[in-house]
């Protein structure tokens, strides 16, 4: 399919464990961000690439959360030893680039969603 | 920081009528882009119409349109004749570059 799409789709942990969550971004989308979705509120901004480079993290909530995108398309959200707080939708989202205007559109993939027990 | 609020949690409509939901935005920017998302249950973010601040004309696309206030700060969204497939979490979001702030949603339910 040509959209953006998310691995797991599910994915359950007992705390402690470590989880990576994989983004597929649309093809030629150079821009790749990840939001975190707690329970009946909105995405709140994780982390931001352009290419490979990874301009903005300072929406991850602390050093157990790490993001990679290395050759610049797929990219692994990675959360180490799990907490309960942890628990949420992760949204992946691509778009085409950041020069302004609608290339900046950002489209999103079904997320997974991780529960911790 | 901009920050958006959606001060109405959950809404109701019958079916074929229509509904407004509101959004307020803060910014000390002046060029800026706007947009609805829904969210059905399935989860996936679907965009449902968008808006450039530099354009004092309210977008519209098919049943939705929005009433822009840029002075005010104000972005509602217009569903017209509301189906069933309009019930959705329905998320107000606020872009500048990269940087896109979402606000709490308002879920909406259209009801038979």
């Known amino acids: 399919g040509a959209g953006v799409s998310q691995s797991p789709r599910y994915k359950v942990a007992k705390r402690g464990q470590d989880v990576a969550l994989r983004c597929d971004p649309i093809?030629?989308?150079?821009?790749l961000f990840w939001y975190q979705q707690a329970l009946g509120q909105g995405p709140e901004f994780l982390t931001y690439?352009?290419?490979?480079?990874?301009?903005?993290k300072s929406g991850l909530p602390s050093d157990r959360f790490f993001a990679e995108r290395p050759e610049g398309s797929v990219s692994t959200l990675k959360i180490q030893r799990t907490q309960q707080e942890d628990s949420a939708v992760y949204l992946c989202?691509?778009?085409?680039?950041?020069?302004?205007?609608?290339?900046?559109?950002?489209?999103f993939g079904p997320g997974t969603r991780l529960t911790v027990l | 920081a901009q920050t958006v609020t959606q001060s109405q949690p959950e809404m109701s409509v019958q079916e074929a009528e229509t509904v407004t939901l509101s959004c307020t935005y803060d910014?000390?920017?002046?060029?800026?882009?706007l947009f609805w998302y829904k969210q059905p249950p399935s989860r996936q973010m679907i965009l449902v119409i968008r808006?450039?601040?530099?354009?004092?004309q309210n977008a519209t696309e098919n049943r939705f349109s929005v009433n822009f206030q840029k002075a005010a700060k104000s972005f509602s969204l217009k569903i017209s004749d509301s189906q069933l497939g309009d019930t959705a979490m329905y998320f107000c979001?606020?872009?500048?570059?990269?940087?896109?702030?979402f606000g709490a949603g308002t879920r909406l339910t259209v009801k038979p």
């Open positions: 808006q450039e601040a530099y354009k004092q």
């Open positions: 989202a691509s778009s085409l680039g950041t020069s302004g205007g609608w290339v900046n559109e950002q489209f």
């Open positions: 910014t000390s920017e002046s060029n800026y882009y």
């Open positions: 979001a606020f872009m500048k570059g990269a940087d896109m702030r």
């Open positions: 690439f352009q290419n490979e480079a990874q301009l903005d």
């Open positions: 093809s030629g989308h150079v821009s």
